[in-house]
């Protein structure tokens, strides 16, 4: 199995960039599909971008797109949002995903929380207008 950290969150305000990352330890050599969601309060946990372990195919949420960019260090073992003109929508607790998958799986972005097996404990993201 991977663990995985993030860190990165913080308080900013409307317009400002983050750049959370999640540390992964553990089985890094195996295969794995990844994604970062968030959840704020009283609201349902949702996806904000994720890849296919090939990171061939690439997913994000309607309201992130052209703000926000998944990338991965493979060297690194790391996996990084970049956020960027953020808005207080984006007020959130961020969680790094993980899931292993199969060769036959590799080209598959997954988005929904009960796809994946491995998370983090989250980073606060608050963002002030």
């Known amino acids: 199995q991977v663990q995985l950290v993030e860190s990165g969150g913080g308080m900013v305000q409307a317009g400002a960039s983050l750049r959370l990352s999640c540390a992964a330890s553990?089985?890094?050599?195996?295969?794995?599909?990844w994604a970062w969601f968030r959840q704020a309060p009283e609201k349902e946990r949702e996806a904000v971008a994720a890849?296919?372990?090939?990171?061939?195919?690439?997913y994000y949420l309607d309201s992130v797109k052209d703000r926000f960019t998944i990338s991965r260090d493979n060297a690194m073992n790391t996996l990084y949002l970049q956020m960027s003109a953020l808005e207080p929508e984006d007020t959130a607790v961020y969680y790094c995903?993980?899931?292993?998958?199969?060769?036959?799986?590799?080209?598959?972005?997954?988005?929904?929380?009960?796809?994946?097996?491995?998370w983090g404990q989250g980073t606060q993201v608050t963002v002030s207008s």
């Open positions: 995903a993980a899931v292993a998958v199969s060769h036959r799986n590799s080209n598959t972005v997954y988005t929904k929380d009960y796809n994946y097996l491995f």
């Open positions: 553990g089985r890094t050599e195996i295969r794995y599909a």
């Open positions: 890849f296919a372990w090939n990171a061939t195919s690439t």
